[in-house]
């Protein structure tokens, strides 16, 4: 960590240390019961703002809808790691007519918004043929399996180039080289970043309300808008707990995981070092 | 293709573009601002600063974009915070997501600088600020520079969850466009998407120069 930028410091330092610690943990305490105090002053953090949570016919929608939100993301990562493969391969294929293509289809869709490309799906034939749920899962598909598509060329072009060669000395297709030496040795680096990834897609699963996909956000919704309760900021501070919660979980998983590979020797590829990764 | 049609898809998406930019610059000025501070507070000496960013950065990047939308701008006219402009709360819902990430970003970018820098800074008496103002920063930016653009990269993306929340962008201007135009859908689509890719191609090349510059600056 970044210790190294202050010293071990002293009897006066430590004790300066503890006067800034002092103040600032009373700072940041008033800053938050200021929050707090105020957001329950003007009604928002109130129990009334919260009985729509305990009903249990509310509460066994939004548990559905959060059904609905972590089907949209399995779906949509499992088909974005298909797709990325296979631009992944076109990428790296010696067919300049595969390359090309694949290239220019990584490109448009690392460009191009989530949301916009939900609603021109939504309102293009696909939409109408398959509905909302899919047409979400759909466009997260697209955007996420050209970033996966990056994440394996990453991972691909990080196996020293004499596995390569060992490969095609012993007499081995390009083909068998990438599915016997190249795939086994990146898919152990590639995971953190795999798991990284599923974190964004799980919060662009929340996109889906705008086009009235089934989801937690969607029933959420329905319970602000309505006259009996009206409380978005409630609302949108459970669904913030609800995903931070998720999401928290395996944003761990996916440091621990990065940390036993490299203690096992292995490397791993670093999300930031990979090009246009979505936030 | 009638040439009403063309005049005023060319009007709508020159309006709805500015609109993404002045979303974009601002929430890119903003995160910038209130990341540097909250990346400062995460390599302190003082642990309630460091453990306060910390929290921040965990809350605001595991929350999805569209959440912090619906707190920002249906909730915070409740507490009766700007009112009147749903832009605002538009730029304060982005500027405080991309905060985190921006954190990010210069915390590793820090940890690439070597200790050795910050040891004889150290050694010559510099305090944290000097340290980390003077000697640490100023060498971090370089490395920083890459993964901060494509921070903003995603930033541009995103502006678009506004037109959700009724402000008059580009991916605003795609629905609009779509109903008045019904035979319009795909012409539309390629022409809004050519727009992000124009900003995602032009924030690429700036952070391309900035780097090189930077390069030959050392």
């Known amino acids: ?279 | 293709m009638n040439p009403e049609y063309l005049s005023v898809l060319v009007d709508q998406l020159s309006e709805g573009f500015l609109v993404t930019l002045q979303l974009l610059g601002l929430s890119a000025m903003f995160a910038t601002v209130l990341g540097t501070l909250l990346g400062a507070m995460r390599v302190s000496p003082i642990a309630p600063l460091r453990a306060a960013g910390a929290a921040y950065v965990e809350v605001f990047r595991n929350t999805p974009l569209v959440v912090l939308f619906i707190l920002a701008v249906v909730g915070l006219p409740e507490l009766g915070l700007l009112r009147d402009s749903f832009f605002s709360r538009a730029v304060v819902a982005l500027s405080l997501y991309t905060a985190a990430f921006v954190c990010e970003v210069l915390r590793s970018g820090i940890n690439t600088v070597e200790p050795g820098q910050a040891e004889a800074a150290r050694a010559i008496g510099m305090g944290f600020g000097g340290t980390l103002g003077l000697v640490v920063l100023p060498q971090a930016v370089r490395a920083v520079i890459p993964p901060l653009v494509s921070v903003y990269m995603a930033l541009s993306k995103n502006t678009a969850v506004a037109a959700a929340f009724g402000i008059t962008e580009a991916t605003y201007q795609f629905k609009q466009l779509v109903e008045e135009f019904p035979g319009s859908l795909y012409y539309n689509f390629l022409g809004i998407a050519l727009g992000y890719a124009l900003i995602v191609g032009a924030l690429s090349i700036i952070g391309h120069l900035l780097e090189q510059r930077l390069v030959t600056a050392r």
């Not at chain 1, 995981?257 to 990979?274: C, D, F, N, P, S």
Request: aromatic share 8%; charged share 15%.
């Open chain 1, 1 to 279: 960590m970044t210790t190294v930028l202050f010293d071990v410091t002293g009897p006066r330092g430590r004790r300066r240390q503890l006067w800034y610690t002092v103040l600032a943990s009373i700072v940041l305490t008033g800053l938050a019961a200021w929050i707090l105090r105020e957001l329950w002053k003007q009604e928002q953090i109130t129990p009334d703002q919260w009985e729509a949570f305990v009903q249990p016919a509310i509460a066994s929608a939004l548990l559905e809808g959060l059904v609905d939100t972590l089907s949209a993301a399995v779906a949509a990562i499992a088909l974005a790691l298909i797709f990325g493969a296979v631009l992944a391969a076109g990428r790296l294929s010696e067919h300049k007519w595969l390359r090309w293509p694949s290239h220019a289809i990584v490109e448009f869709f690392r460009a191009v918004p989530l949301l916009l490309l939900i609603l021109f799906l939504y309102l293009s034939v696909v939409g109408d043929r398959v509905g909302s749920f899919w047409t979400l899962v759909l466009a997260i598909m697209l955007c996420h399996g050209a970033v996966m598509a990056e994440i394996f060329r990453a991972g691909l072009q990080s196996v020293p180039r004499g596995q390569t060669e060992a490969g095609y000395a012993i007499g081995l297709r390009k083909s068998r080289v990438m599915v016997l030496i190249l795939a086994p040795q990146t898919v152990r680096s590639m995971l953190p970043a795999i798991i990284a990834q599923l974190v964004v897609v799980l919060k662009d699963t929340a996109l889906g309300y705008i086009i009235g996909a089934p989801g937690v956000v969607n029933v959420a919704e329905r319970i602000y808008i309505s006259p009996e309760y009206r409380n978005p900021l409630a609302v949108g501070i459970f669904l913030a707990a609800v995903f931070f919660i998720i999401n928290y979980a395996l944003s761990k998983v996916a440091v621990g995981l990065e940390a036993r590979l490299r203690r096992k020797g292995g490397g791993t590829i670093q999300l930031q070092h990979v090009r246009g990764v979505r936030r």
